[in-house]
C-alpha cells in the first residue's frame, strides 16, 4: 500500500514533466516561418445590420482561390494559387466589421508584401462584387500590413500547454488508481448519503433534459423566423413587378384617353373639295408635338431627386414609359401635356 502511494505522489509531477518536454519537442518541430497581417474595414451606408450577414461570405472570399491568383500574379510568385492559398489566411475581428488578412513566409519583408497586396485585392474584389448590390459595401485598408511576431516556435506556450496537459493526465491516472479504495468508500457510505447522491444525479438529469428541450425549441424557431423573412421577400419582389405592371398600364390606359379625347369628331358629308396641295411634313410633325421634352423632364428629376428619393423613383418610372411615345429629339406628343402637368407638377414647376 505505501508503495502505491509513493508511485501516486511521483505520478503527478512526472506527468507534468513530460508535457513539458513534448511541448518544447513541438516547438522546436514547428516551422520558422514569420507571419504579418492587414486589417481591412467592411461598412455599408445602411449601417452595421447590412455588413453583419455578408462577413462569413466575405472572410471566405479574403481566402478564395480568386485572391490568390490575383495576388500570385501581381507579385509574379513562382508557387502555384494552391500554395499561396494555403499561406494566406482571413478571420472576422469579434465584435467588429474588420477582416484580418494574414499571411505565412520565412521572409518577415515577403510575409508583410503578401499580406498587403492580398489587402489590396481583397478590397478591390469587395468593390466590383459588392459594390453595385442593395444594400452597398465598401471596403478600405484600415491597417497596413505589418509583422506580428519573429517566428511561430513559441517554446514557452508550448511547454504550458504541455505542462496542464501532463497534469491532467497525471489527475486521471491517480483517480483510476485511486478507484478501489473510492469503491470502497462508497460501499461504506450511510444509505442516506446514497440517496442524496442519486437525487442530485435524477435532477442534473432533469436539468439536462430541460436544457436540450430549450434548444430544440429555439431551433424550431429560427427556422420558422428563416421561412417567414425568405416569404416576405418574395411577396415584397412580387409587389414590386406588380406595382411597375400597373404603373406602365396607367400610363398606356392615360395615353390612349388622350388621343381619343383629341381626335376631331366625324364631320357631315359634303361635297369634296377642291384639292389643296399639303403643307410641308416639318409643319405637320411640329403641331402634334407637345410642351414637353422628355430630356427636359429628366433634368427636372434629377435636380429634385436629392430632396424626394422616392417621388424621384415614381417620376423616373413614369419617364421609362414615356421614352416609347417620344420622337427622336425627346419632344412628347401634345396628347401627354395633361398627364405630365397631372405627374411631374412638382419637379417642372420648381
Do not use: C
Not at 55 to 71: D, T
Not at 80 to 96: G, H, N, T, Y
Not at 184 to 210: I, S, Y
Amino acid at each position: 500500500m505505501e508503495v502505491l502511494e509513493i508511485r501516486r505522489a511521483w505520478l503527478i509531477p512526472a506527468a507534468v514533466l513530460a508535457g513539458v518536454l513534448v511541448g518544447i519537442v513541438v516547438s522546436l518541430a514547428s516551422s520558422a516561418s514569420r507571419k504579418a497581417e492587414a486589417q481591412v474595414l467592411i461598412s455599408s451606408p445602411e449601417g452595421t445590420s447590412a455588413v453583419t450577414p455578408f462577413l462569413p461570405n466575405l472572410r471566405e472570399l479574403a481566402k478564395s482561390g480568386v485572391l490568390a491568383g490575383n495576388v500570385r500574379s501581381t507579385l509574379r510568385l513562382k508557387e502555384s494559387i494552391a500554395e499561396l492559398r494555403d499561406r494566406l489566411d482571413a478571420e472576422v475581428a469579434p465584435q467588429s466589421q474588420v477582416i484580418v488578412i494574414s499571411a505565412k513566409d520565412e521572409d518577415a519583408d515577403k510575409a508583410r508584401q503578401i499580406a498587403q497586396e492580398a489587402a489590396v485585392v481583397f478590397t478591390q474584389l469587395v468593390q466590383s462584387r459588392f459594390g453595385q448590390r442593395s444594400p452597398p459595401l465598401q471596403a478600405a485598408l484600415t491597417d497596413s500590413a505589418h509583422v506580428l511576431s519573429e517566428t511561430n516556435r513559441h517554446f514557452v506556450r508550448n511547454s504550458l500547454i504541455g505542462g496542464v496537459l501532463g497534469l491532467v493526465l497525471g489527475l486521471l491516472v491517480a483517480l483510476l488508481l485511486q478507484g478501489g479504495r473510492v469503491r470502497e468508500g462508497v460501499a461504506g457510505t450511510p444509505e442516506g448519503a446514497v440517496r442524496e447522491l442519486r437525487k442530485r444525479e435524477l435532477q442534473l438529469d432533469q436539468r439536462v433534459k430541460t436544457v436540450s428541450a430549450r434548444e430544440r425549441e429555439l431551433a424550431k424557431r429560427a427556422g420558422q423566423l428563416a421561412s417567414r423573412e425568405r416569404e416576405l421577400e418574395k411577396r415584397v419582389s412580387a409587389l414590386g413587378a406588380r406595382e411597375g405592371e400597373l404603373t406602365k398600364q396607367r400610363v398606356e390606359l392615360v395615353a390612349e384617353k388622350r388621343e381619343l379625347e383629341s381626335a376631331p369628331a366625324p364631320e357631315p358629308s359634303t361635297p369634296e373639295p377642291e384639292p389643296v396641295a399639303p403643307e410641308p411634313a416639318v409643319a405637320t410633325a411640329v403641331a402634334h408635338e407637345g410642351a414637353w421634352n422628355i430630356n427636359d423632364l429628366q433634368h427636372a428629376i434629377d435636380a429634385r431627386a436629392a430632396q424626394s428619393p422616392e417621388q424621384a423613383e415614381e417620376w423616373r418610372t413614369y419617364l421609362f414609359f414615356l421614352r416609347e411615345h417620344a420622337t427622336s429629339d425627346g419632344s412628347l406628343p401634345r396628347t401627354f401635356d395633361p398627364l405630365i402637368a397631372e405627374v411631374f407638377g412638382d419637379a417642372i414647376q420648381a
